[in-house]
């Protein structure tokens, strides 16, 4: 029963907000972060303590207007995640641009598949969506979400284009065979890890378990890593920005390259992230393992 009305809560807001001109659904949308802000206590709490952890030099009024915009943000992408189902290609092309397709098309043109290193920064949700609108279809390496009911149906609006999910509990076997055959794979590489899955590398100057799966994937494979990631811009517009692909760490000592190159990818996000800090996704105790004998951070 729980799970039916969840899902039918879930239902109504997509279809609702989905209904709505673009401008009304993301005020609405707007509305809903800032509520969420004002009421979601424990969240903020772990916002601020990470925004403490990352930026010790601002102080705690810039971190709390740095959070409130997080929130609002997140409200945003809940009314593009509504609307993304009724978006054309035409239609998301007035207020998505490319910068840097380029790279995205050169490392493909390789051969051996793109692995597109990305995280919880800006409109992730819609990167995906309005890049297989685009002409570019893709798989995506997410976690199954607890409502089964609830999870078909937002898999089945990202899939609409031509989107395929790779759930984690099948990461390396879908992985590996994904860039044999040359295709795309986009991997959120910003959450918590637990060892053995995960290494300790710097994450704003702080160790963080981080997954090591694409690293290890990608020396596996040369498949090449291409840093993307879709930005908020002003006026309700954002941009996909693909990086030139990233070049990677080989020596004798394998592991050692593991560690590296997780390092390299986890730099490669702290870099974007310096820049749209008010895009990031603080709420998430990216910290929580912490290396043995140290205190926790929550």
């Not at 007035?94 to 840097?100: K, M």
């Not at 089945?156 to 040359?182: E, P, Q, T, Y």
Request: proline fraction near 4%; hydrophobic fraction near 45%; glycine fraction near 10%.
């Amino acid at each position: 029963m729980r799970e039916r009305l969840e899902f039918a809560l879930v239902w109504l807001l997509v279809r609702g907000l989905g209904a709505l001109p673009r401008s009304w659904a993301r005020g609405i949308g707007e509305g809903i972060g800032l509520f969420a802000f004002r009421t979601l206590g424990r969240l903020r709490s772990v916002g601020m303590r990470n925004l403490r952890l990352a930026y010790p030099e601002w102080d705690d009024l810039r971190r709390e207007c740095t959070l409130r915009r997080v929130y609002c943000q997140l409200g945003l992408l809940l009314a593009e995640f509504c609307l993304m189902s009724g978006y054309t290609a035409e239609e998301a092309g007035r207020f998505i641009r490319y910068d840097g397709l380029e790279h995205y098309l050169a490392a493909r043109q390789r051969g051996k598949g793109v692995l597109v290193l990305t995280g919880h920064l800006g409109a992730w949700e819609l990167s995906s969506f309005y890049h297989s609108l685009a002409g570019y279809p893709m798989g995506m390496v997410i976690r199954r979400l607890d409502n089964p009911l609830v999870d078909e149906f937002v898999n089945r609006i990202r899939c609409l284009h031509g989107n395929r999910v790779i759930h984690k509990d099948d990461f390396a076997r879908g992985l590996i065979a994904s860039m044999r055959a040359g295709e795309t794979v986009g991997i959120l590489m910003d959450t918590n890890m637990t060892p053995p899955q995960g290494v300790f590398v710097p994450f704003f100057g702080v160790p963080a378990c981080t997954a090591s799966g694409l690293a290890r994937i990608a020396l596996k494979t040369d498949a090449a890593v291409v840093p993307g990631f879709l930005f908020a811009e002003e006026g309700g517009r954002y941009v996909l920005r693909f990086s030139p692909a990233l070049e990677l760490q080989r020596s004798a000592d394998a592991e050692a390259d593991i560690v590296a190159n997780t390092a390299l990818f986890t730099a490669e996000i702290e870099r974007s992230v310096r820049q749209y800090p008010e895009q990031w996704l603080w709420m998430h105790r990216r910290w929580k393992t912490r290396p043995a004998g140290e205190p926790g951070v929550y």
